[in-house]
T-cell receptor
Framework: EAQVTQNPRYLITVTGKKLTVTCSQNMNHEYMSWYRQDPGLGLRQIYYSMNVEVTDKGDVPEGYKVSRKEKRNFPLILESPSPNQTSLYFC???????????FGNGTRLTVT | GIQVEQSPPDLILQEGANSTLRCNFSDSVNNLQWFHQNPWGQLINLFYIPSGTKQNGRLSATTVATERYSLLYISSSQTTDSGVYFCAVLDSNYQLIWGAGTKLIIKP
């Protein structure tokens, strides 16, 4: 089944403890992206990648890192999480930028 | 940059009713997508519709690019249609610009 898989679905952590949210797609998509969704602020893009080894900042990149070493994987790394990074995170992919976007099921992160 | 406005912000309907959701955008675009976020938070791509009309079951969408709007029609609404509907357009920097969404509640 064609899908975008994010893990974990739920994560509770403490301030400063490094964490990684994994994202994998099995559709051979070139474009991948991370979003965060907060009440009243909608979907905001964190980072995106147009292809392997190519990543770019979105609207809210501060406090996040990504890597794209393989086409299928695009992990989101929080080196030192803070409470303002408590949010619902989505990974998404598409064949190319602008093509129909497919989302993972989301990761609800709480940083205390 | 491009502004995307969706209306209405909220809509409450009885099961079986029809509805029309609107997405206006401030500049010409060649890419528009509609998404549904269900009450469990999942985001599903409904339509990729830069222009013209598409139909998928009870849902259809029309984009009139020259007049800078798109419409999403839901016929014979079901409770499973509840959630938030987003439109998003691609700007000249190849970034998706999202509307704030229309929250739809279908009452049984």
């Amino acid at each position: 089944e064609a899908q975008v898989t994010q893990n974990p679905r739920y994560l509770i952590t403490v301030t400063g403890k490094k964490l990684t949210v994994t994202c994998s797609q099995n559709m051979n998509h070139e474009y991948m992206s991370w979003y965060r969704q907060d009440p009243g602020l909608g979907l905001r893009q964190i980072y995106y990648s147009m292809n392997v080894e190519v990543t770019d900042k979105g609207d809210v990149p501060e406090g996040y890192k990504v890597s794209r070493k393989e086409k299928r994987n695009f992990p989101l790394i929080l080196e030192s999480p803070s409470p303002n990074q408590t949010s619902l995170y989505f990974c998404a992919s598409s064949l190319a930028v602008g093509s129909p976007l497919h989302f993972g099921n989301g990761t609800r992160l709480t940083v205390t | 940059g491009i502004q995307v406005e969706q209306s209405p912000p909220d809509l409450i309907l009885q099961e079986g009713a029809n509805s029309t959701l609107r997405c206006n955008f401030s500049d010409s675009v060649n890419n528009l997508q509609w998404f549904h976020q269900n009450p469990w938070g999942q985001l599903i791509n409904l339509f990729y519709i830069p222009s013209g009309t598409k139909q998928n079951g009870r849902l259809s969408a029309t984009t009139v690019a020259t007049e800078r709007y798109s419409l999403l029609y839901i016929s014979s609404s079901q409770t499973t249609d509840s959630g938030v509907y987003f439109c998003a357009v691609l700007d000249s920097n190849y970034q998706l610009i999202w509307g704030a969404g229309t929250k739809l509640i279908i009452k049984p």
